[in-house]
């Protein structure tokens, strides 16, 4: 099991940026397969993107392709989020979640074992 705290949510204006962080417990985070999910008000959770255990290999959402770039620190036990371009309907919870093992293309939820509290989002004039 690892415990994770997501950081770096805000209030931005539409075409923004922000840079969200994931910092993970334990000694095994490389042996984890990572992702980020969100949740908007009404809506269910929806997949943002999805990266392995050495960051090799990396899947995105449609929605968020050429925009959000997920990238690890294995030495840092940390996961971040570069959300560039952002748009309103980019506002929601943003969830980073965690499972064990060296596979790929994790992108439903019931596929992570762990998860973090969550990070606000707001994009809005």
């Known amino acids: 099991q690892v415990q994770l705290v997501e950081s770096g949510g805000g209030l931005v204006q539409p075409g923004g940026s922000l840079r969200l962080s994931c910092a993970a417990s334990?000694?095994?985070?490389?042996?984890?397969?990572m992702g980020w999910f969100r949740q908007a008000p009404g809506k269910e959770r929806e997949f943002v993107v999805a990266?392995?255990?050495?960051?090799?290999?990396?899947y995105y959402a449609d929605s968020v392709k050429g925009r959000f770039t997920i990238s690890r620190d294995n030495a840092k036990n940390t996961v971040y989020l570069q959300m560039n371009s952002l748009k309103p309907e980019d506002t929601a919870v943003y969830f980073c979640?965690?499972?064990w093992g060296s596979g790929v293309g994790y992108i439903q939820a019931n596929e992570y074992h762990d998860w973090g509290q969550g990070t606000q989002v707001t994009v809005s004039s």
């Open positions: 334990g000694r095994t985070f490389s042996s984890y397969a």
């Open positions: 979640a965690a499972r």
């Open positions: 990266i392995n255990y050495n960051g090799g290999s990396k």
